[in-house]
């Protein structure tokens, strides 16, 4: 019978094992071999307060691009409208609104990003166009044309052109005059707001974005397509601080210009790039108060580029998938306290249930509230045991006051400001609920304090579920690998015919040690 | 305090263990539902001429409620729930006081209380698995006087482990106030070892400690000797030619005057009863697996002796 057992065992493990190597070494989720490749994990966290109106709030969101590669995105909206615009040749934006925004919401966006570095190559020998808006298609047209902040058509900007270029004709050497002009004469200042390119020219002070601009006004004074870029410079850890350089089109391509900085034709593989043009990263009405950080930690697994694989899927399904994912392990382990530990618990799903409403609501308020309806049933039934009723109507009355309490709950915390009470939503409440109807078949049919023991034990293993769950690790390889599930199968096989003590059984029968003495044995 | 290897040291069978390799692999899953039902165990018993409580009536479903009437003509009976585990729903009765019965605690109990408890159990309070039961009225057994000191209003009962239709290891389980005179070790019951040669009582456990005295009326609970405890020894092992479950718990209660009757089976015995006994059950079962195979076709007095065999070797 073991042995059949371990078979089987072995068999599912090399199966999971050759199709998580297959998919390592020739099904694209391989390490690609680029020297100066970095994998970053990027959650940006904005905390809003509304005004009691309408409230929207856009981000524009990192695209694939040659050198970026954003995977395993994740929103966590707040129970707030959410949608992904996505269109051609624009930036990607993400949009949350709400009809009637009055409380505090926290959206995150978390996402992992790999990043390369890329050095470019000027031509040496391309000249500046006589007509760029002849030369370059129309869709060009507005990297060429003055804007609000890049006056490119100004009289200064003219004039310091004329000074800076003379009657140089070299793309390249123009860009490098330009480029030099700008870091060499206008000093770097942190400021709230960035200047416009005039400005910039004026003060000789500027920061990230007013230098970007005037670099940016004067190439397309010379005629260059020029355009600005944003994002994030990535150092692990927790910042606010976007970053903005140039881009401008040489050749056929675009090519980077960060002056601040002096990356001169090269983009450093540390710098996110978030929205093209000249935008801002966020925008918001209706709000009262906006915060943002971004935090910013390292991610350690590539990202998978495999048509076969859960990474294909469209994003909400990812989701979807990932808790999916996470059953079996939370039955993993519902199963090794059951069998190997011995913790009483209200049958195998309810731990995993109750895991998974705690990743929704924080570990702390579950607990709250369980304890809350369990005490609310356990009094409850005290009461009803004197009208002998039957059980299944009495099932229901209990149910039904658990509903009531839970409701009066909500809207005692709600008069008293504590509206965050009212953001537990209907999943996490159900299994919550659910759990006072084992509670008081368990007291029916096995008394209270084994009730309560149950209970406690069911509490205990739903932890350990979701702390289980919660582990970064745990998640992101399932998601890679699938097959893993496999693994688990085989190890809960072995589990299946683990014959041996329980640990909680030391302790039943911890009286056999006092007899180690006696002879009457 | 805690031994970390109870199965080497005592022979300790552990729950996983039971499960995995006794109760999984001898008791045939298709022979379950005639031992998880005691209406069914019952008649089975009362087909094969082996000694039961005397069933009165059963209720099969609500709209039979109305011949409950019936127990107005009774003085004492038992009210169980056909498929009810470790006790549950037993109501036991034992006079009649004017339009009332008397519960076995003291209690007076209406007819209407008692259709309420009937029809709880038909709703399937009391059954494993919130399934619909039945009900059952049956002979009151009157607890045999030599258990008068040592048992708390109920019936001790004396469960009987059979291994491959040998018996294997017995103890007697004494109702406590805390058991509410149920006889079951869950419920606060007292379980005491038994020599099987002699059926003699060992000492006592309760709740997972080792007692030497009734917790309720503080009599030594050693060295009470079982009546009819050949008789006893005897029925269960004829019992296994018509139950053909390999590893089973058999509940025998002594009545004043029908002397031993099987009470109910049980396919997943407890495991308390090696506290009972001072001893694990792995070496008995091990001694009896060495007999090789076939034992379940010997002729139940050959059977009888390999129980004697076993013991003797354990003991030497």
Redesign the interface.
């Given at each position: 019978m073991n042995r059949k057992v371990y078979l089987f065992a072995l068999l599912l493990t090399l199966i999971a094992a050759a199709s998580i190597s297959a998919k390592v070494f020739y099904g694209g989720h391989a390490v690609s071999q680029e020297y100066s490749r970095h994998l970053w994990r990027i959650n940006i966290t904005m905390r809003i307060k509304g005004k009691g109106s309408r409230a929207k709030v856009r981000l524009t969101l990192p695209k694939n691009t040659e050198r970026q590669t954003i995977y395993n995105e994740h929103f966590e909206n707040d129970e707030m409208v959410f949608y992904v615009r996505e269109r051609p040749d624009t930036n990607r934006i993400g949009f949350w609104r709400s009809e009637l925004l009055e409380s505090s919401k926290t959206l995150q966006y978390t996402f992992s990003a790999q990043l390369k570095s890329l050095v470019y190559d000027l031509p040496q020998n391309l000249e500046l166009v006589a007509d760029p808006f002849k030369t370059f298609p129309v869709d060009f047209h507005r990297w060429l044309e003055p804007s609000e902040f890049i006056q490119s058509k100004d009289r200064s900007i003219k004039r310091h052109f004329k000074k800076v270029i003379g009657r140089e004709r070299k793309t390249a050497v123009v860009i490098r005059k330009i480029f030099d002009f700008v870091r060499g004469e206008v000093h770097y200042k942190t400021e709230r707001r960035s200047k416009d390119a005039k400005e910039t020219l004026k003060k000789l002070v500027a920061n990230c974005g007013g230098q970007a601009r005037l670099f940016c006004a004067l190439s397309r004074a010379a005629g260059i397509p020029s355009r600005l870029a944003g994002g994030i410079i990535l150092t692990a850890g927790v910042k606010n601080i976007t970053h903005v350089w140039v881009e401008n089109y040489v050749g056929g391509r675009w090519i980077p210009f960060d002056v601040v900085n002096n990356h001169y034709a090269l983009i450093p593989n540390h710098y996110l790039e978030l929205y093209r043009g000249d935008y801002y990263l966020f925008k918001y009405v209706g709000l009262s108060k906006f915060e943002y950080f971004f935090l910013i930690d390292v991610e350690n697994m590539p990202p998978v580029d495999n048509r076969w694989s859960l990474y294909a899927l469209p994003i909400h399904f990812q989701a979807f998938a990932k808790v999916l994912l996470l059953i079996p392990v939370g039955a993993f382990v519902v199963a090794f306290f059951r069998s190997v530990v011995g913790v009483p618990t209200y049958g195998t799903f309810g731990p995993i249930l109750l895991a998974l409403a705690f990743q929704e609501i924080s570990i702390g308020v579950g607990f709250f509230f369980l304890s809350a309806v369990v005490f609310t049933g356990w009094t409850l039934r005290k009461i009803l045991d004197h009208l002998k009723i039957l059980v299944i109507p009495r099932l229901a009355i209990i149910l039904t006051m658990v509903v009531i309490s839970v409701l009066v709950m909500m809207v005692v915390g709600s008069y008293f400001g504590q509206k965050n009470i009212l953001y537990i939503s209907l999943f996490p409440m159900i299994i919550i609920t659910w759990t006072i109807e084992r509670f008081s078949v368990t007291q029916i049919e096995d008394g209270t304090p084994v009730a309560f023991q149950t209970s406690l034990g069911t509490m205990a293993v739903a932890a350990a579920a979701y702390y289980v769950m919660r582990i970064h690790a745990v998640r992101i390889y399932l998601f890679a690998f699938p097959e893993i599930l496999l693994m688990i199968m085989a190890v809960l096989l072995i589990l299946g015919r683990y014959t041996g003590i329980r640990i909680f059984e030391l302790w039943r029968f911890r009286e056999f040690n006092r007899l180690k003495g006696k002879t009457s044995l | 305090?805690?031994?970390?290897?109870?199965?080497k040291?005592?022979g300790?069978l552990?729950?996983?263990?039971r499960n995995?390799?006794y109760t999984l692999?001898k008791n045939p899953r298709k022979l379950y539902p005639l031992v998880d039902d005691k209406l069914k165990t019952k008649q089975l018993l009362e087909a094969n001429q082996l000694p039961s409580p005397e069933l009165y009536f059963s209720i099969n479903f609500n709209f039979e409620l109305k011949f409950m009437r019936e127990i107005k003509f009774l003085k004492e009976f038992v009210i169980k729930p056909a498929r009810g585990a470790?006790g549950?729903g037993i109501l036991v009765l034992v006079d009649k006081v004017g339009n009332k019965w008397k519960k076995a605690g003291g209690a007076l109990l209406s007819m209407e209380?008692i259709e309420?408890h009937v029809?709880?159990v038909l709703?399937?309070?009391?059954s494993l698995g919130?399934l619909d039961d039945q009900a059952f009225i049956e002979y009151r057994v009157r607890s045999h006087v030599i258990f008068r000191p040592v048992a708390f209003q109920g019936v001790p009962d004396i469960r009987v482990i059979m291994y491959r239709g040998v018996p294997l290891m017995c103890m007697l389980r004494l109702p406590t106030k805390e058991s509410d005179g149920r006889a079951n070790l869950?419920?606060g019951a007292v379980g005491t070892g038994l020599d099987m040669l002699e059926g003699v009582t060992?000492?006592g456990?309760h709740h997972?400690?080792?007692i030497d005295k009734h917790p309720d009326t503080q009599m030594p609970i050693a060295g009470i000797r079982i009546p009819f405890w050949k008789n006893i020894l005897e029925t269960a092992v004829k019992t296994f030619d018509v139950f053909k479950l390999g590893y089973i718990g058999i509940d025998f209660v002594i009545d004043q005057i029908l002397g031993p009757l099987i009470l109910e089976l049980n396919a997943r015995p407890g495991?308390?009863i090696?506290?009972a006994n001072?001893?694990?059950l792995l070496p008995r079962l091990q001694i009896v697996d060495s007999f090789g195979p076939g034992i379940e076709e010997l002729p139940w007095k050959k059977r009888l002796e390999i129980s004697r065999e076993m013991l003797h070797k354990v003991k030497g």
């Open positions: - | 305090m805690i031994c970390f290897n109870p199965r040291k005592y300790l552990g729950m996983n263990q995995g390799w692999i470790e549950r209380d309420y029809s709880n709703a399937g309070l009391y919130g869950h419920q060992l000492g456990v997972s400690l080792l495991l308390s090696q506290l001072r001893e694990g």
